[in-house]
């Protein structure tokens, strides 16, 4: 019996694991992926609502959605780590600067908590 003991916990400790796969918030209902706001934590919410508004003015969202379901920028190809996300938001923020005139801008007040959303979807994608 003892000797069971070992491989009871090693299966009970499997079965504690996370899904392989990634579990970014994201849908396909046949139109592309799409971010799934009611199963992020609701704390982030808010923070996805601002994000939806502020990133979807010159793209679709799926660009975005589709970096954290390949790991990968989807245009420049780079890998997608918190350095790319980091550079990516700050282009971002430098392109919409341009349209400032529109109150589109992007300030850096704003991109703190895309950044903090940013950072849960990596997390999230790379389990
Ligand atoms: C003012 C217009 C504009 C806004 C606002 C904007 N984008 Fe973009 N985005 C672009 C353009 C144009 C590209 C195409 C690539 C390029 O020109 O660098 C792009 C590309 C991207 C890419 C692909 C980058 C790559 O390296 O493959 C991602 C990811 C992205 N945007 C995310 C975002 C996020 C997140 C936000 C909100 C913070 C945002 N975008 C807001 C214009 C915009």
Request: proline letters at 7%; hydrophobic letters at 40%.
């Amino acid at each position: 019996m003892n000797k069971l003991v070992p491989s009871l916990v090693f299966l009970v400790v499997l079965c504690m694991c996370p899904v392989s796969h990634g579990a970014v918030p994201v849908v396909n209902r046949g139109n592309g992926p799409q971010f799934d706001r009611s199963r992020l934590p609701p704390s982030l919410r808010k923070d996805f609502d601002a994000f939806e508004i502020k990133c979807s003015r010159c793209h679709s969202l799926e660009r975005v959605a589709n970096s954290f379901l390949t790991g990968m920028a989807p245009i420049s190809g780079r890998p997608l780590d918190l350095d790319t996300i980091k550079s990516t938001l700050l282009d971002m923020m430098r392109k919409s600067a341009k349209h400032k005139a529109k109150g589109q801008e992007i300030s850096k007040e704003e991109i703190k908590p895309i950044l903090a959303l940013m950072k849960y979807f990596l997390d999230e994608s790379v389990k």
